[in-house]
Nanobody
Framework: QVQLVESGGGLVQAGGSLRLSCAAS????????MRWYRQAPGEQRKLVAA???????TYADSVQGRFTISRDNAANTVYLQMNSLKPEDTAVYYC??????????????WGQGTQVTVSS
């Protein structure tokens, strides 16, 4: 049982910045990857950014150069720094993590989502 809790969402003007946080807790032996997804009304949930155990990162083309994903492994926390926000960034942002529990079972968990709204 692994729980993820996102925070940091809110309302921001276009061109502004916002930082999202996601803290994982529960029965965790190792987190292999943490990711941010987002879903706008009427759209499919899509990957925004990912960071893996080796430190490699992945970004969607739409956020490349504007968003930065980082992690604090000791705190089981991932961050998403969002700069130069655009109205099209408006969505519910979800945290996702996968890894290994102490029982050796794999896990893949999702947070409840946090709303990000960018006004024009």
């Amino acid at each position: 049982q692994v729980q993820l809790v996102e925070s940091g969402g809110g309302l921001v003007q276009a061109g502004g910045s916002l930082r999202l946080s996601c803290a994982a807790s529960g029965n965790i032996f190792r987190i292999d990857a943490m990711r941010w997804y987002r879903q706008a009304p009427g759209e499919q949930r899509k990957l925004v950014a990912a960071i893996r155990i080796g430190g490699s990162t992945t970004y969607a083309d739409s956020v490349q150069g504007r968003f930065t994903i980082s992690r604090d492994n000791a705190a089981n926390t991932v961050y998403l720094q969002m700069n130069s926000l655009k109205p099209e960034d408006t969505a519910v942002y979800y945290c996702n993590a996968d890894g290994v529990q102490p029982t050796s079972l794999l896990f893949n968990s999702w947070g409840q989502g946090t709303q990000v709204t960018v006004s024009s």
